[in-house]
């Protein structure tokens, strides 16, 4: 029995970041069935192919594809069904793709999605650091001061950070999260479900020593939990606040302000607050 074609439109595909095995039933059934595959390097998508069976006509498309490319794969569209794979992983995250598929729906032509492999999810679920808000922000600068604008533009952002890296920028990457990001939380998420797969945690100065002395391979993500809270302050600390805010509030004011600022109790603050207005 023929297995039946696909309805014509774009198919985004992702792919496995390295174990093989990680591709779903669904992908493969829609690479199986498609009229062509659209991918960053036919070499690459290839062995994939080889490793299910499947033979397809394949168009490359990267990130220095030209507008005529796109615009041959989007008149394709209307009569075949076009995969779009990446390398490795979920097509468009740091990959290219995303003018493809703006441009497939500004002309009507329908768009399918199947999930799968991310190495950005793969390494959140590793790390042991916190997952309920993060920023992904792709790979960053290879320029010192580029990079170091980029971490400190971030640094209040209130999440786990999540970037790509590579092996021979990685040191370099840490010491300028040393820089910006003091005090967080670590992580190097390397050669995600391979043989070598590793995952470490710690401070930078802990994993730039690690990684100086043992200079990494493979693609990497690195991940920066959120900023370390401040301890809340005490004593003197609080007297002197109290006292900044009394200048220009009355106590009950100057309690409220300083209990939403630093998480204090307000009651407590205006019982200090009243002391100090005393004392004059």
């Known amino acids: ?19 093989l095995g990680d591709i779903t039933a669904r992908a493969a059934d829609v690479l199986a069935r498609c009229d062509l595959v659209a991918c960053e390097d036919t070499r690459v998508t290839g062995k994939l192919l080889n490793h299910l069976q499947i033979r397809k006509v394949m168009r490359r498309y990267d990130d220095h594809a030209s507008a005529e490319v796109r615009e041959r794969l989007l008149g394709e569209m209307a009569e075949k069904s076009v995969v779009l794979v990446s390398d490795a992983g979920t097509p468009l995250i740091s990959d290219p793709g995303y003018r493809l598929v703006r441009e497939a729906r500004e002309r009507g032509i329908a768009v399918t999605s199947l999930p799968g ?20 922000g792709g790979f960053l600068p290879s320029k010192d001061k580029a990079r170091g604008d980029v971490l400190g533009a971030l640094a209040a952002v209130p999440a786990t950070l999540v970037f790509y890296e590579t092996g021979p920028r990685l040191v370099a990457s840490l010491e300028a999260m040393a820089q910006h990001l003091p005090g967080r939380d670590l992580a190097v998420a390397r050669e995600l479900t391979k043989l070598h797969e590793e995952c470490r945690t710690g401070s930078a100065a802990e994993l730039i020593a690690h990684y100086t002395a043992h200079p990494p391979k493979g693609e990497i993500v690195l991940l920066a939990g959120p900023a370390p809270e401040a301890a809340a302050p005490q004593g003197e600390d609080v007297d002197a606040l109290l006292r900044a805010a009394l200048a220009q509030a009355s106590p009950s004011q ?8 630093h998480g204090l109790d307000r009651k407590t603050l205006y019982a200090r607050a009243m002391e100090l207005k005393a004392q004059g």
């Open 1 to 19: 029995m023929e297995t039946p074609s696909l309805a014509p439109g774009l198919y985004i595909v992702a792919t496995p970041i390295g174990n």
């Open 117 to 136: 492999p991310s190495a950005m999810v793969v390494a959140l679920t590793l790390a042991g650091l916190p997952t309920d808000r993060f920023l992904f």
């Open 254 to 261: 100057a309690a409220g302000m300083v209990a939403k600022a």
